[in-house]
């Protein structure tokens, strides 16, 4: 079935570092969605991309969708104390999940500061 | 608008046990969809349902099961609990299924003893 592969699992920074999590998925993709969870709490939506090749820029956050649209990755400058939670991403291929996102693992980001 | 909502928060029950996971949203989706997230394996879709008595299954639906006999709730049931399903259970709500911004829960923390 479908899988949407997530890395790296953990990565632990000084705060004003830099963050990227990257997303792979074994097939080409209509979109992908990307969540924050803060600990304790839920997924929250952060964006979609949709066209390849797409690049969209969140204050600190820069998200790509590849051009092949089987990979994105979100990247997070200068890293603060605020960015820690677990980042997932969610991708959808109509015909291969009915019409459902899937989830990656997650990246859980730990900030020192 | 309170979103998405869920009870009870906690829950402990004892293997065997039946119980019912409660779930509403008042932004009038017509998706709806319950999660499971356990360490290290993401989040991963239970059921789902496009439409008040439209349900169908998701990635892990042994075990459980939902009815949408409205377009605000969909209720998820533990038939016969078991120690595998001590997990954090998500719902989440969209306008459409897939190309959409899912709206999560607060979630509920379920332990099977």
């Known amino acids: 079935g479908q899988q949407v592969m997530q890395i790296p699992q953990y990565q632990h920074v000084q705060e004003g570092e830099d963050f990227t999590t990257y997303c792979n998925s074994s097939t080409t993709l209509s979109n992908i969605q990307w969540y924050k969870q803060r600990p304790g709490g839920h997924p929250v939506f952060l964006i979609q991309?949709?066209?390849?090749?797409e690049v969209k820029k969140q204050k600190r956050l820069t998200f790509q969708f590849g051009e092949a649209k089987k990979n994105s990755s979100l990247h997070i400058t200068a890293t603060q104390t605020t960015d820690v939670g677990t980042y997932f991403c969610a991708g959808l291929n109509y015909g291969g999940s009915q019409g459902n996102l899937i989830f990656g693992k997650g990246t859980k980001l730990s900030v020192k500061p | 608008n309170a979103g998405v909502t869920q009870t009870p928060k906690f829950q402990v029950l004892k293997t065997g046990q039946s119980m019912t996971l409660q779930c509403a949203q008042d932004?009038?989706?017509?998706?709806m969809s319950w999660y499971r997230q356990d360490p290290g394996m993401g989040l991963r879709l239970i059921h789902y349902?496009?439409?008040?008595?439209?349900?169908d299954q998701g990635e892990v639906p042994n075990g459980y099961n939902v009815s949408r006999s409205t377009t605000e709730d969909f209720p998820l049931r533990l038939l016969s609990a078991a120690p595998s399903q001590t997990s954090v259970y998500f719902c989440a709500s969209s306008y459409s299924q897939g190309a959409q911004e899912q709206f999560f829960g607060p979630g509920t923390r379920l332990t099977v003893l």
């Open positions: 991309l949709v066209k390849s090749g």
């Open positions: 349902s496009v439409g008040a008595g439209i349900t």
């Open positions: 932004m009038n989706h017509e998706y």
